[in-house]
């Protein structure tokens, strides 16, 4: 006689017997559990998990039931339990069934004839409340996803995805995310966990935004370019799947990861710290589930009931800081140029015509290039500059406003065409610069009075000594008044008036332009120090491939450059300044700030012209949150 058979007998559900036999019958009237009691040993029944017990306790034989090992979670599961089998020296029988119900039955009626002493079953994704319909799962021990099987199971392990949803939501929440979204590879098989995203989404912040659910099977990308033009800043993924493919939508719209589109996923792979940037994922004690799966399943060790494991949060680089809500601007105040970059095969001599191998003509001057990689690397940035009405300041203005850069304190001169500066780039990645200030000389200290407002509520304010001293001197007075900490870039060919110095913050010369600051004999030490007795808070002196030193009232301290192949140095200082602002408006000390700077020059020197490859948050080495 069957479980089955007994249960029609006795008039209950097979799942009543099965109570009754697994001695979870607490639920279960006295009446009902005497009648099934009867019954069984009215028909002599006996379970298969006692005939095994009786006859194949040496078989030391494992069986494994999967649907298949395409995804991480599986592959990793099936990897671990080798391994265990193979140190307790049991042999792992493996059945993939391709979600197949007829298939996993016929998977345990072949294991049961194979005398195996136990069998682990894991049920596909959407199936999980479909569990394994057999006559007795004594001996079966079941590792369920996220949902708790319809059928008792006599062992099971529960991978909790509903607190993965939560954890991954209130990093996301942590990072200043507000509008998130939610990828799933179907609507069907997945309402519980749609629902508990949507339940999630409101608990953890009052200001949330629903973004809405989207389904891999209906090939999402046009909804979540859609999304990311309504204000998507993340995207919760259940599966690498999902993640690779908002990297693919990301890649395909020219949309930057983390920059545009946050990207987590509830899936853990080897993959995931060779994505570009290394994907942040929900990982799972693959080794504790396999073990906890294992010991349920022969009976040892004490593991017995139900194990729930939860997920960690592996910090990658996909999830950066939310713009919109990061508390601090950045306010830059510089000349604003068009680049015309050539490459020479050797320095120019008088009356010696060089030519050029290449002509590359680009957004530029220092002012600009810092605002943009400050806006690229995840800061809010206000441009104070002016460039001419025409089709190069036009160019330089759609440049801005595409990387985020707030344009208000930009204007248009229609009398002063656009500045230019002409590049003659070495082979050694040294470059030879002539300017022509154009419209920059528009910014005087009545245009900077204009702007006055936008240094309300900033945090830092770069520039460098390319205005006239009276500006220069104006501006650190705004600077001052507003709170605002000033990081100045001095100019080699230009001295800076000492009345100055007490009002910056943190002054950046190369050692060129520190020799030019302190003539005479001196380390490059002794010379930084005199500027901070001058009244700079902070002297960093960029050295090339040397790094940089940092020189305040309290220490000296040397930092190492990044190793880079230099192509062109052209923008190194401006990376270098950008990134140090960026990481210091986020909180971080100085130290790890010109850790990130070094960074970020190394990045930029690999690569012709100033802003045609800019350097990601992601690559600067320190999380800009941490839980």
Sequence with gaps: MTIHEIAQKAGVSISTVSKVLNKKDDNISDQTRQKVMQIIEEENFVPYAKIRDRFSMQNKLLGLIMPDILSPFAASLLMELEALCRSQDYVLLTTFTGASPQDEKKAVSAYQRQQVDSVIYLPPAKLQAEALQVEDTSSLCMVVSGERAIQPFGHKVVIDKAEGIRLCLQYLVDCGYRKIGFLLPEPEGFEQLQQCFLEQLYLLASNMEEAGVFYLCQQPSEQLFAQCEMGLEALLCYDMAGA?????????????????????????????????????????????????????????????????????????????????????????????????????????????????????????????????????????????????????????????????????????????????????????????????????????????????????????????????????????????????????????????????????????????????????????????????????????????????????????????????????????????????????????????????????AGFSIRWEGSQNTLPERWMLGASPVTI
């Design 244 to 600: 690779m493919a908002a990297y693919q939508t990301a890649n395909d719209r020219q949309l930057l990861v983390p920059h545009d589109l946050a990207v987590i996923c509830m899936e853990e792979s080897p993959m995931a710290q060779s994505m570009s940037p290394p994907l942040t994922t929900l990982a799972y004690p693959m080794q504790a589930i396999a073990q906890s799966a294992f010991y349920q399943a022969i009976g040892e060790n004490g593991f017995k009931g139900e194990q729930v494991f939860n997920g960690s949060i592996q910090i990658r680089q996909s999830v950066g800081r939310s713009k919109r809500h990061i508390t601090g601007r950045i306010v830059v105040v510089g000349w604003i140029n068009m680049d015309i970059s050539t490459r020479i095969a050797h320095r120019p001599q008088i009356n010696k015509p060089v030519s050029a191998n290449q002509l590359m003509i680009t957004p530029g001057g220092k002012g600009c290039n810092q605002a943009i990689i400050a806006s690229h690397l995840g800061a809010l940035v206000s441009m104070v500059g002016v460039v001419g009405d025409d089709l190069y300041g036009k160019r330089i203005y759609a440049k801005m406003r595409k990387h985020d850069v707030i344009t208000e304190g930009v204007s248009f001169n229609g009398a002063i065409p656009t500045g230019t500066a002409y590049i003659n780039v070495l082979p050694d990645g040294s470059s030879l610069i002539v300017g022509h200030a154009g419209a920059n000389i528009a910014l005087d200290k009545a245009y900077i009075s204009q702007k006055e407002a936008l240094f309300e509520g900033a945090g830092y304010c770069l520039s460098q000594n390319e205005m006239e001293d009276e500006a220069l001197m104006y501006l650190a007075n705004i600077c001052h008044a507003h709170q605002v900490k000033l990081l100045l870039k001095p100019n080699a060919e230009k001295p800076l008036p000492d009345d100055l110095l007490k009002d910056v913050y943190m002054l950046v010369p190369s050692e060129k332009e520190l020799n030019m600051l302190v003539p005479g004999k001196g380390t490059v030490a002794q010379k930084a120090r005199e500027l901070v007795n001058k009244g700079v808070t902070h002297v960093i002196v960029t050295l090339g491939s040397q790094g940089c030193m940092w020189v305040c009232q309290k220490s000296t301290q040397a930092f190492a450059a990044s190793e880079a192949q230099c192509v062109d140095a052209t923008g190194a200082s401006d990376a270098f300044i950008a990134a140090l602002a960026v990481m210091l408006n986020e909180g971080s000390s100085i130290p790890v700030s010109l850790e990130a700077a070094n960074q970020a």
